[in-house]
């Protein structure tokens, strides 16, 4: 089974400022990594993935995330946030294909609030 | 529509009723799942289709839940005799197939609030 840790439930961070959110995972066999994003009044939607590869991964708005194996993390960062992605963002995991689990298993989700 | 539709957005019931809960996923994805999502916490799996069958359904959390997608694509969730236990958001989600390495596409949701 797989688990996922999101330590931080709020992070309020002014307009411009550079943001990290934190994740780590546990499992017994490899996972993907997935951020997802879930905007106010709107449905979630992935962000960026891990599957293989670069251990950095980017998504298009600017955000990055790099597995980290040793550490069991997959944090995601911007260097420079905007009042638009104020949103709830989730890190999850599945396990490969070889795994038994063919559902993504997500974290409580962290509340990014960026102020003016 | 081109994405995941539930409904009812919102549903208010008294304990000890039933509900169902329907989620149309997108055209074309033979996967779909449903999740849960409590106040605070994060989507919490419940049971996953591959066709018309439920392929896993190992997160349904007692038999009052149950599932089906009797042609492959609407899928409706049941809850029997509902407790207050049960409020939350009820999520859908589709995919091409199994979300190993894919992308789940997730509908807006169904909140239920039982009294």
């Known amino acids: 089974a797989q688990s996922v840790t999101q330590l931080d439930s709020q992070v309020p961070v002014f307009e411009e400022a550079p943001v990290e959110l934190r994740c780590n995972y546990s499992s017994s066999v490899s996972v993907y990594l997935f951020w997802y994003v879930q905007y106010p009044n709107q449905g979630l939607q992935l962000l960026l993935k891990y599957l293989s590869g670069s251990t950095l991964v980017e998504s298009i708005n600017g955000f990055e995330a790099e597995f980290n194996k040793s550490q069991t993390s997959f944090h995601l960062r911007k260097p420079s946030v905007h009042i638009s992605d104020t949103a709830e963002y989730f890190c999850a995991v599945s396990a490969l294909p070889s795994g038994s689990a063919r559902q993504l298993t997500f974290g409580s989700g962290t509340q990014l609030t960026v102020l003016p | 529509g081109a994405g995941v539709s539930q409904t009812p957005s919102n549903k208010v019931t008294e304990k000890g009723k039933y509900v169902e809960l329907r989620c149309d996923p997108i055209s074309g994805h033979t996967a779909l799942y449903w999740y849960r999502q409590s106040l605070g916490q994060g989507p919490e799996f419940l049971i996953y289709?591959?066709?018309?069958?439920?392929?896993?359904d190992s997160g349904l959390p007692n038999d009052r839940f149950f599932a089906v997608r009797p042609e492959g694509s609407v899928s409706t969730l049941k809850i029997q005799r509902t407790e207050r236990g049960d409020s939350a958001v009820y999520l859908c989600a589709s995919s091409h197939g199994p979300v190993n390495g894919g992308e789940l596409f997730f509908g807006e949701g169904s909140r239920l609030t039982v009294l």
């Open positions: 289709f591959q066709g018309t069958g439920a392929a896993d």
